[in-house]
T-cell receptor
């Protein structure tokens, strides 16, 4: 299984809602990543989890809250988002964080989020 | 700091023509370089990577890239474009923190029939 899955594919939420994005991989990877991608822009790194611990937080606002319940799962909890947070949210994984920076990251298809 | 610059936000070629997408890098450490492709409404897929083993790197779908240290370049080429190659292409470099990669701004490739 060489796949990263993400649910839901699409999400529309209001600014007062609480929702969660989910990411799953069963490749035994120990590093997982959240990226945000606005239209016609490159992905921007948000968070890196290494061995289930948060290792990089790219100064992301607290209305985004990541969680790594186990080595296969990565969640992104959303609360009180703004319309400018509308974007494609991509999850990725790699064997280890440093190896993901010199070997390969596997990307999921993304969740397209719209904040009204 | 590490960075990559992709020249040309949009490239259009005819089907069957040579594809050349340009990428120049800046790195204070031995660079690890990547090309990713993103088809519409999809995630990113690795095309190829350079990790100092060989300067000419072959990837999937007939793409290849050549690492030229003297030019600090890592341009992506394909001899003959296919309609299915239409996508967004991102060049990326390992960050000096060694735990993340930095993407270029992307080049959208269009293929004319």
């Amino acid at each position: 299984d060489t796949e990263v899955t993400q649910t839901p594919k699409h999400l529309v939420m209001g600014m007062t809602n609480k929702k969660s994005l989910k990411c799953e991989q069963h490749m035994g990877h120990r590093a997982m990543y959240w990226y945000k991608q606005k239209a016609k822009k490159p992905p921007e790194l948000m968070f890196v989890y290494s061995y289930e611990k948060l290792s990089i937080n790219e100064s992301v606002p607290s209305r985004f809250s990541p969680e790594c319940p186990n080595s296969s799962l990565l969640n992104l909890h959303l609360h009180a988002l703004q319309p400018e947070d509308s974007a494609l949210y991509l999850c990725a994984s790699s064997q280890e964080a440093e190896r993901g920076a010199r070997e390969r990251q596997f990307f999921g298809p993304g969740t397209r989020l719209t904040v009204l | 700091a590490q960075s990559v610059t992709q020249l040309g936000s949009h490239v259009s070629v005819s089907e069957g023509a040579l594809v050349l997408l340009r990428c120049n890098y800046s790195s204070s450490v031995p660079p690890y370089l990547f090309w990713y492709v993103q088809y519409p409404n999809q995630g990113l897929q690795l095309l190829l990577k350079y990790t100092s083993a060989a300067t000419l790197v072959k990837g999937i779908n007939g793409f290849e890239a050549e690492f030229k240290k003297s030019e600090t370049s890592f341009h992506l080429t394909k001899p003959s474009a296919h309609m299915s190659d239409a996508a967004e292409y991102f060049c990326a470099v390992r960050d000096s923190s060694a735990s993340k990669i930095i993407f270029g701004s992307g080049t959208r490739l269009s293929i004319r029939p």
